[in-house]
C-alpha cells in the first residue's frame, strides 16, 4: 500500500535551518509530483512546495520563496524540503503529499516543525 512517512522535524530558533525528509512507496514514485504542505492549528492546509515528477519544475508558496527548496531523488523514492532562515510563522505540521490525479493523492502523518524566538 501506498506510504509516505515523514522525518526531520523539530525545534530550532530563529533563523536556523531544517531539512525534512520522505520516503515513499507503494507507489511508481518517478511517475508522480510531490509535494510540502503544512498546517497549524484553526488554519486550511497550505501548499509550501511543490515539484514534477523528473523534479526539473519547482514552485514555491511565495512566504517561502528564497528560503526553502524542494528536491526529489527518485532512485531512492524520497522527497526533500530544506528549510533555511526559519521564522516564527513556519511552525507548523509539515505533510508529504503524493499528487495523483484525478484519482486523488496520499499524505503523509506529518512531522512537527517549532521555530522559537
Known amino acids: 500500500q501506498v506510504q509516505l512517512v515523514e522525518s526531520g522535524g523539530g525545534l530550532v530558533q530563529n533563523g536556523g535551518s531544517l531539512r525534512l525528509s520522505c520516503a515513499a512507496s507503494?507507489?511508481?514514485?518517478?511517475?508522480?509530483?510531490m509535494s510540502w504542505y503544512r498546517q497549524t492549528p484553526g488554519k486550511e492546509r497550505e501548499l509550501v512546495a511543490h515539484?514534477?515528477?523528473?523534479?526539473?519544475?519547482?514552485n514555491y508558496a511565495d512566504s517561502v520563496k528564497g528560503r526553502f527548496t524542494i528536491s526529489r531523488d527518485n532512485a531512492k523514492n524520497m522527497v526533500y524540503l530544506q528549510m533555511n532562515n526559519l521564522k516564527r510563522e513556519d511552525t507548523a505540521v509539515y505533510y508529504c503529499?503524493?499528487?495523483?490525479?484525478?484519482?486523488?493523492?496520499?499524505w503523509g502523518q506529518g512531522t512537527q516543525v517549532l521555530v522559537s524566538s
Open positions: 515539484i514534477s515528477s523528473a523534479g526539473g519544475s519547482m
Open positions: 507503494g507507489f511508481p514514485f518517478s511517475t508522480y509530483a
Open positions: 503529499h503524493a499528487d495523483f490525479g484525478v484519482a486523488g493523492g496520499y
